[in-house]
Structure formats: C-alpha cells, structure tokens
C-alpha cells in the first residue's frame, strides 16, 4: 500500500514530536508543512527535510494531494483549520485542546461528518504504555469490578518556559492538562454522568487557576477523584506521571511515581516497571509523552487504512471536552453538573 500523504500545520514547540513520530511510521510521510511564522517554517522543514512549506493553509490544500492532515496549532485556529480540512474533503488530526468552547467542539464534529471525513483529536495520554498497562489489567479481570479511582497528577514543573502562552490564558490547568487526565479517568472507568470541581490558582505570576479537583460519578458505578496541580514541590519532581489508584471488587492496581505497577488482585500481588522506552529522538522527561505521540499517530494509519473511527474520535472528544466545561461552570457556582445537559 502507498504511504499515505500528510501535510503538517503549526511548526512550534509540540510539531517537532509529531514530526519525529511520522518519520518513525511506516505507511504516512508528512509531504508538505504549514506555519504563519517563517522562522518556524524554516526550522522544523530543514530539520526534517520538507522541502513544500506554505505560510496559509487555504494555499496548502489547494496546492497539495493530500489524504490527511495533522494540525498543531494552538487552540484558537483549531475550529477554522478543521472546518478548512472538511471543506477540502481531507481526513484530519487536530490536537487538544480540541477547541475553545463545547460549541465550537460541536460545531467542528459535524463538519467533519457532513463531508464525511475522519477526525481524530490528538489525546494522547492515554496512549502512553503505563497507562496502556493499567488499562490492560483492569480489562483482564485480574480486580475485579472498578469501584473507585484516583487519577493523580501533582508537580511543579516549569511549563511555562516552553510553552509562554498557557501563563496567559484565563483558562490553564483544567483546559491544557486536565483534559488528559481526565481522558485517562474515562479511559478507565467509562463515561461520567455527574462532576463536582474546585480550582484555585496558587501562583501568582500567571493569569489561570493552577490547581484542580474533581470528584467525578462514572455511568457503571465507579466513583473518581481526578487531581491536577502545578503547584506542587516534590522531593522528586514526577513531571509528567500521571499516577493512578483503583479499588476494585476483587483487588487494586496503584500506579506510582517511578513508573512502578503494583497489581494485588485474584493471582496475588505482582510489581513491575513499567517505564516507558527512551525512544532515539526523546528526551527526559518528556520521554513518556513523546513514545505516547507515537502510538496515537501509529493508530491514526490504522484506522484510515481500515476506515475505522479512531479511539479519539472527535465524538469522542466531546465527551471529554464535556468534562472540561463542566469543570469550570461547577467550580464557578460550586455547583455539582450533569454531563448530559451539555451533550
Ligand atoms: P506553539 O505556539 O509553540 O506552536 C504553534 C505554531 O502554530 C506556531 O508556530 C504558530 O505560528 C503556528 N500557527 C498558529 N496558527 C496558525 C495558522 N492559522 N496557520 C499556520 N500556522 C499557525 O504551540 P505548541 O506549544 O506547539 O502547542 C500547539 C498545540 O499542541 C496546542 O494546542 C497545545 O495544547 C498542544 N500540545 C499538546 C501536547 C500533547 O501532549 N498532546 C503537548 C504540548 C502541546
Ligand atoms: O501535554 C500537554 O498538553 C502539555 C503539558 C504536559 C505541558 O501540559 O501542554
């Protein structure tokens, strides 16, 4: 089969991951890349060789053949970009935040299913293989039936230094981390019918809340706790580890900083590393995340081959996106939200 041809658009800081993860994958190469900045431009088309650039994207897909393509632009393009890659009948990757409102989320759906083109949001966390292995375990049984979860994570990294624009939005921890963390709780445990959340922001220097907690009811009967801070000094800072608790009937499964995996359940109690591979491009920390990238982008090839709905569809998403809107909405009226008055 013909390796598929991408167009990439946005060459900031996040790209050059992607761009990395298409040249690792058989069966798509990125033809043709987009950014309105020309240094940017410049930079990621001579580290990987992409010698078709474009500074406007309604130029790239006039100009190109293209059987998908991977926008990671910041929010704010995210809903006119997609509706452009429908329009032009091209299967689409968008990153996450999916969009600035649940409307917009919406809005974007359904153009991409009037023109009949896949959409797949690039979530990526749940991608990541300690995650992958939690969810691996929880399928085989091995606790029984889930009944509580906390998916955890606590850090005091510097995010700011990479990416300037999350210390300026009135909207920071919930809208860019939160919303992997909580894709992960349903990932996990199902989708959520109830949210109750209280935000705080503890440092002073950016525009957002840096702290989030939300206690959340699943629709099969699990309870969870999603915890997210930027606020918090560790002794040894676990950025980015998610880390994970579930109870259930038969046993428990606790995800801990290290990557460490401690299964107690019907066979007894197992401990295993789980550390995600150092891949040759990775760097630490980010090693996790950036394995992750590859598997989602892996996933996307077989899901176009097979015209099959990826797992983060935008469907999907708007379930998880859901979550995000309720998250702040309940923490403004301290007020518990029904999901389903916002599907
Ligand atoms: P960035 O600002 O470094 O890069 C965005 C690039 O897009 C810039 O070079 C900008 O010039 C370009 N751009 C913006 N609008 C454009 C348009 N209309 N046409 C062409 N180019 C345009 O941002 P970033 O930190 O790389 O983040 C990009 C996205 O990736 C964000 O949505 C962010 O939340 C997401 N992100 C995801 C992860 C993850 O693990 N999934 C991690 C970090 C960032
Ligand atoms: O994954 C992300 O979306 C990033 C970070 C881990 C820094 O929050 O923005």
């Known amino acids: ?18 761009m990395h993860a298409w040249r690792d994958i058989d069966g798509a190469s990125i033809v043709a890349i987009c950014d309105r900045d020309p240094e940017r431009l ?33 929010v704010g393009s995210h809903r006119p970009l997609v509706e452009m890659a429908a329009a032009n009948c091209v299967p689409v990757i968008c990153q996450k935040p999916f969009a600035p409102t649940l409307a917009d989320a919406k809005a974007m759906v359904k153009a991409c299913a009037d023109a009949g083109v896949s959409l797949m949001v690039h979530e990526n966390f749940r991608w990541q293989s300690p995650i992958q292995a939690v969810r691996a375990v929880v399928d085989s049984g091995e606790i029984g039936r889930p009944f509580f979860g906390r998916i955890s994570f606590r850090s005091a990294y510097d995010v700011f230094s990479g ?70 000094k560790l002794a040894t800072e676990p950025f980015p580890e998610t880390l994970i608790e579930l109870d259930g009937s038969d046993g428990t499964i606790r995800l801990a900083q290290g990557y460490r995996l401690t299964v107690t359940g019907k066979s007894g109690t197992t401990v295993s590393d789980v550390s995600p591979p150092l891949l040759s491009w990775a760097s630490r920390p980010w090693h996790n995340i950036q394995e992750s990238v590859v598997a989602i982008q892996k996933h996307w090839v077989e899901c176009l081959n097979a015209d099959k709905e990826p797992a983060t569809s935008g469907a999907d998403n708007l379930k998880t996106f859901a979550l995000v809107e309720a998250a702040y909405a309940g923490a403004a009226n301290r007020q518990p939200v029904r999901i389903d008055d916002l599907l």
């Open 163 to 232: 990416q300037p624009y999350l210390a300026t939005g009135k909207r920071f921890i919930i809208e860019d981390l939160g919303i992997h963390i909580l894709d992960i709780a349903r990932f996990l445990l199902g989708d959520v019918s109830n949210l109750t959340a209280r935000t705080a922001r503890v440092n002073p220097d950016i525009a957002g809340e840096d702290v989030a907690t939300m206690l959340m009811d699943h629709e099969g009967g699990a309870i969870s706790v999603v915890d997210c801070s930027y606020a918090t």
């Open 1 to 18: 089969m013909a390796a598929l041809r991408g167009a990439l658009i946005g060459c900031g800081f996040f790209a050059v991951n992607q």
């Open 42 to 74: 410049r930079i990621v088309g001579d580290q990987f060789g992409i010698e078709r650039r474009y500074s406007d994207a309604a130029e790239m897909f006039a100009g190109e053949t293209l059987d998908f393509v991977d926008i990671a632009t910041t």
